[in-house]
C-alpha cells in the first residue's frame, strides 16, 4: 500500500516514550505496523529513550536501581508495544488483538445513514472507535474540541484536507471542521480515536451524541 499521510513526530516521540492514551497508541500501534517509514522512526526514537533509561540507570547506586525495578514491576504493562507487522483480513494485528478477531467480530452499532461505529474499550481520556462508513457516504459534519486521528484500514475517504487512502492517518486538531465523505466503489472502514467530545452542527447527531459517546 502507498501511504501518503504519516504520523506527526511529536506523536511517535510521544508513543515511543508511552505517553500516550490508550485510544492514540492504538491508532499509532497499527499504523506503525502497516508503515515502515513511521516503524522506524518509532524505534530509533524507543532506542533513544532506552539509551536515556541505562544512562540514568548506570548513574543509580544498587540500592536505588533496586527500587526502582521494584516499581517498575509493579506497574501496569503498557498499552501496545512495538507490533509485529502482520495482518488478519482488513484488520492489522494490534487492532485483531483488540477485537478479539478479524472484522466480522466487530459489534457494529448503528449511528445513522449507513454508517456503523463500535467502540473499543481503552483508559478513560481518549475513545477509540471503528468506523463503516458506506461507499458515498459521509459522516456528520463536526468540529472537534480536542485531537482526533483517524486511520484508513478499507476503502478510502476525502474531506477538505485531500484523500486518504488505506494506512493513511489524518490528524485533525480543534480548529479543522471538516466532512470527510467515503469514496466511491468500497465501503470504508476507518480506526478513529478522540480526547474530547465531537462538536456536531446537526440537532440529531447532537441529541445522540450523549448515546453513541462521541
Ligand atoms: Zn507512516
Known amino acids: 500500500m502507498t501511504i501518503r499521510h504519516h504520523l506527526s513526530e511529536e506523536l511517535l516521540m510521544a508513543y515511543a516514550a508511552g505517553e500516550l492514551p490508550e485510544a492514540f497508541a492504538l491508532v499509532v500501534a497499527t499504523h506503525v505496523s502497516l508503515c515502515d517509514e513511521c516503524r522506524a522512526q518509532a524505534e530509533a526514537y524507543e532506542a533513544l529513550g532506552g539509551a536515556v533509561v541505562e544512562e540514568i540507570a548506570a548513574e543509580m547506586d544498587d540500592a536505588a536501581l533496586e527500587a526502582c525495578l521494584a516499581r517498575l514491576d509493579g506497574m501496569p504493562q503498557m498499552a501496545p508495544a512495538r507490533p509485529a507487522p502482520r495482518r488478519r483480513g482488513v484488520l492489522p494485528g494490534p487492532l485483531a488483538d483488540y477485537v478479539g478477531g478479524g472484522v466480522e467480530a466487530v459489534k457494529w452499532r448503528p449511528v445513522g445513514k449507513g454508517v456503523r461505529q463500535a467502540i473499543l ?94
Not at 462508513?133 to 484508513?152: F, K, N, Q, S
Not at 452542527?201 to 453513541?212: D, E, L, T
Open 121 to 214: 474499550p481503552t483508559d478513560r481520556g481518549a475513545t477509540a472507535r471503528l468506523l463503516y462508513i458506506p461507499a458515498g457516504v459521509a459522516v456528520p459534519d463536526h468540529g472537534h474540541r480536542g485531537l482526533e486521528m483517524t486511520l484508513v484500514l478499507q476503502g478510502a475517504f476525502a474531506d477538505e484536507t485531500g484523500r486518504f487512502g488505506p494506512g493513511d492517518v489524518e490528524i485533525a486538531d480543534g480548529d479543522l471542521e471538516h466532512v470527510p465523505v467515503a469514496e466511491a466503489g468500497q465501503d470504508c472502514i476507518c480506526l478513529a480515536a478522540t480526547d474530547a467530545p465531537l462538536r456536531f452542527k446537526g440537532i440529531v447527531p447532537r441529541m445522540a451524541q450523549p448515546f453513541m459517546r462521541i
